[in-house]
Structures are given as structure tokens and as C-alpha cells.
């Protein structure tokens, strides 16, 4: 158990839907960082959040959306889902220590 | 862009020695060097990490070259369940994006 927790692990929704993906980093863990890892594709980062404030982006669509909360938890919007949005969504945490402990993942399949 | 470049696939019998390669030639020398692997269907977990020296934990051994232009993630004895993804990343605590390349699948033969 790395002590991140995402919601939920499963998702099933229809194109042009909208959803809203939950992490909650381990205790103490300022940085979250969220990644999407398409069927046999390797991780994709999407964007990273420190102390609430958005410190990184990466390849994030401007159809997705993220957030950190006062309490450190972290939620990733994704709107207009398309087909190709299907994937497993990671959410992994740190605490500048470099070892970063990801979250079992959100596998979000879109119809 | 990840900075380093990793074999796509190996593989290894089981019980013997494995050694998982990465070059990063483009290296800083306030990058450490994080190994990390994905079991099927799981999310990523850390293995090791060093920035200049060798390092040995419980589950892996980190050699280091001496130009630190690349590095190789040593499993002593491979068992089954160590057939995974094995990532290797450069890691800055002050480099915010923290990328991940195609990584290197390892096979474990029985």
C-alpha cells in the first residue's frame, strides 16, 4: 500500500461526458503530479501540483482540467470525453524526497 | 522529452542474475536517478535511487558509471515476479516535471 489513494478505480462513461477523478496523496506529501497511461503506452504526464498551486504541466489537453484543495487532495477534470480519452489515470505523490508513491490508478473507459 | 534511453524488452531465467541498462548522456550533476517498475496492471513503485555512488536495498543494486552518463538496475536473482516494466528517470527536486520514458520490459523465464 503506497499510502495514495484514488477514486474510483473504475469508470465507465459515454463520449462527450464529463468526470471528475479524486487522489488523495499520503500524509504529509505536498506534490501531486497525474499521469495517463493509454493500453501499452508508457506514462504520460499530465501536470503537478505543489501546495496547491500548479507548478508543472505537461501534455494535458485543454479539455482536462486539475486541482489541489487546502487539504492536499488533488482532482483531475476531463470533459468532452472522446474515445481515445480511455486509459488508466495515476496520480502519484512526493514530498521532495524524489520517491514518488503512485495510487493504484483510475481506469476510465469511455463508450 | 525523457533523458534517457532504455533497451524496450529484456529477458532472463529465473534465478539468475538480471542487469537492466539506461544511458542518460545528457545527465546534470544535481539529477539523481530513479528506478522504478509497473507490475501488470498496477501503478509504478519505486526500486532504488542514487547520484554518484552505488546503492544496494532489498530489492535491487543501483551501479552508477563514473561519468554518471549511465547506470544499470541490478535484480541478483530474478524471480517471476519481478517480470515488469522497469523505468529509469533523471529526478531534480527543484525539475517539477518528472518524465518517464518507454522503460524496459523484462521477461522472466521459468
Known amino acids: 500500500d503506497s499510502g495514495v489513494t484514488q477514486t474510483p478505480k473504475h469508470l465507465i462513461t459515454a463520449t462527450g461526458q464529463r468526470v471528475t477523478l479524486r487522489c488523495s496523496p499520503r500524509?504529509?506529501?505536498?506534490?501531486v503530479y497525474w499521469y495517463q497511461q493509454s493500453l501499452d503506452q508508457g506514462l504520460q504526464f499530465l501536470i503537478q501540483?505543489?501546495?496547491?498551486?500548479?507548478?508543472a504541466k505537461g501534455n494535458i489537453l485543454e479539455r482536462f482540467s486539475a486541482q489541489q484543495f487546502p487539504d492536499l487532495h488533488s482532482e483531475l477534470n476531463l470533459s468532452s470525453l472522446e474515445l481515445g480519452d480511455s486509459a488508466l489515470y495515476f496520480c502519484?505523490?512526493?514530498?521532495?524526497?524524489?520517491?514518488?508513491?503512485f495510487g493504484e490508478g483510475s481506469r476510465l473507459t469511455v463508450l | 522529452d525523457a533523458k534517457t534511453t532504455q533497451p524496450n524488452s529484456m529477458e532472463s531465467n529465473e534465478e539468475e542474475p538480471v542487469h537492466l541498462p539506461c544511458n542518460h548522456s545528457t545527465i546534470s550533476g544535481t539529477d539523481y536517478i530513479h528506478w522504478y517498475r509497473q507490475l501488470p496492471s498496477q501503478g509504478p513503485e519505486y526500486v532504488i535511487h542514487g547520484l554518484t555512488s552505488n546503492v544496494n536495498n532489498r530489492m535491487a543494486s543501483l551501479a552508477i558509471a563514473e561519468d554518471r552518463k549511465s547506470s544499470t538496475l541490478i535484480l541478483h536473482r530474478a524471480t517471476l515476479r519481478d517480470a515488469a516494466v522497469y523505468y529509469c528517470?533523471?529526478?531534480?527536486?527543484?525539475?517539477?516535471?518528472?518524465?518517464f520514458g518507454p522503460g524496459t520490459s523484462l521477461s522472466v523465464i521459468p
Open positions: 528517470i533523471l529526478y531534480q527536486t527543484s525539475y517539477d516535471k518528472v518524465i
Open positions: 501540483y505543489y501546495n496547491g498551486e500548479e507548478r
Open positions: 500524509s504529509g506529501d505536498l506534490s
Open positions: 502519484a505523490s512526493n514530498r521532495n524526497t524524489g520517491e514518488l508513491f
